[in-house]
């Protein structure tokens, strides 16, 4: 079955970027929304954003514009960027699948990857 | 955005008993199209992703054993474990996919009493 894996670094110095990659295996991107979800420590859910595997986005408007979702479909992964962090930001990183009926509005959470833990420090 | 607010923030419940966890929003989340209820439920042990339960309020995704059950409507909605098992100690979270952004509820701790 398809398996997510997060990677990239887990610390980051503020001010700079937050940058992962979701390696998609047994499955294809194609077809799928792809989206990041993050939960700071000890606390809850919060989504980022998502992907259409077309290169379609959409992201939360709460990290005003500090997002960028891409696809790379000949890799079957895809890349999270968020700029300008800092403490805040500290969080369990998910990349997670949407159910095949998800639509551009819509959209639940059928596949998970482990989490990367990035940590915004000096 | 829509606002997700479950209740209680935990609660302890003995093996056999039933739990019980309630998750408002601040707008309906029934889609008058198509009768459906954009909600959707996950369970989140320590040091795992979250995993789903249930979706439109209260489909049970295969393979989730049936005493997990969904309930409500419209704004006002239940997820209620029957008979509460070891294995089920977790967080649960509720989840709106009316409208983007989609927003979770702050999480319930299910414990054992």
């Known amino acids: 079955q398809v398996q997510l894996h997060e990677s990239g670094p887990g610390l980051v110095k503020p001010s700079e970027t937050l940058s992962l990659t979701c390696s998609v295996s047994?499955?294809?991107?194609?077809?799928?929304?792809w989206s990041w979800v993050r939960q700071p420590p000890g606390k809850g859910l919060e989504w980022i954003g998502y992907?259409?595997?077309?290169?379609?986005?959409n992201y939360n408007p709460s990290l005003k514009g500090r997002v960028t979702i891409s696809v790379d479909t000949s890799k079957n992964q895809f890349s999270l960027k968020l700029r300008s962090v800092s403490a805040a930001d500290t969080a369990v990183y998910y990349c997670?699948?949407?159910?095949?009926?998800?639509?551009?509005?819509?959209?639940?959470?059928?596949?998970w990857g482990q989490g990367s833990l990035v940590t915004v420090s000096s | 955005d829509i606002v997700m607010t479950q209740s209680p923030d935990s609660l302890a419940v003995s093996l056999g008993e039933r739990a019980t966890i309630s998750c408002k929003s601040n707008?309906?989340?029934?889609?008058?199209?198509?009768?459906?209820?954009?909600l959707g439920w996950y369970q989140q042990k320590p040091g795992q992703p979250p995993k789903l339960l249930i979706y439109?309020?209260?489909t049970r995704k295969s393979g989730v054993p049936d005493r997990f059950s969904g309930s409500g409507s419209g704004t006002d909605f239940a997820l209620t474990i029957s008979s509460l098992q070891a294995e089920d100690v977790a967080l649960y979270y509720c989840?709106?996919?009316?409208?983007?952004?989609?927003?979770f509820g702050q999480g319930t701790k299910v414990e054992i009493k």
């Open positions: 997670a699948r949407g159910v095949t009926y998800c639509s551009t509005t819509s959209c639940f959470f059928e596949v």
């Open positions: 707008q309906s989340v029934l889609y008058s199209s198509n009768n459906q209820n954009y």
């Open positions: 439109w309020a209260s």
């Open positions: 992907i259409y595997y077309s290169g379609v986005t």
């Open positions: 047994g499955g294809s991107v194609t077809g799928y929304y």
């Open positions: 989840q709106q996919y009316y409208t983007t952004p989609w927003t």
